[in-house]
Nanobody
């Protein structure tokens, strides 16, 4: 059974940093794509960043470029999202999505709150 467990998040002030992690178990950590999404209250879920194992390519939404960095640790079956220079508009529930040939699996969600 594939399990995706998130950790990290919390409450910080604007300009500070947080690191989110997404640990995957029950699946060989290759041939995958992992994306981070977020959803603010009253808004639709939006893509933030993703990484593909096929070519180590990374994608970032314009609103996080230069501030967020996604990375993968295959030894730990974990993908992390380093978030620097956080802004109040980054506040929301963050989800990771593990996409494989077996299907897509979501993490449980992690709250990130940035105060001004």
């Amino acid at each position: 059974e594939v399990q995706v467990v998130q950790s990290g998040g919390g409450l910080v002030q604007a300009g500070e940093s947080l690191r989110l992690s997404c640990a995957v178990s029950g699946f060989t950590f290759d041939n995958y794509a992992i994306g981070w999404f977020r959803q603010a209250p009253g808004k639709q879920r939006e893509g933030v960043a993703c990484i593909s194992s096929s070519d180590d390519s990374r994608y970032y939404a314009d609103f996080v470029k230069g501030r967020f960095a996604i990375s993968a640790d295959q030894a730990k079956n974990t993908v992390s999202l380093q978030m620097d220079n956080l802004k109040p508009e980054d506040t929301g529930l963050y989800y990771c999505k593990f996409s494989t040939t077996m299907g897509a699996f979501w993490g449980q969600g992690t709250q990130v709150t940035v105060s001004s």
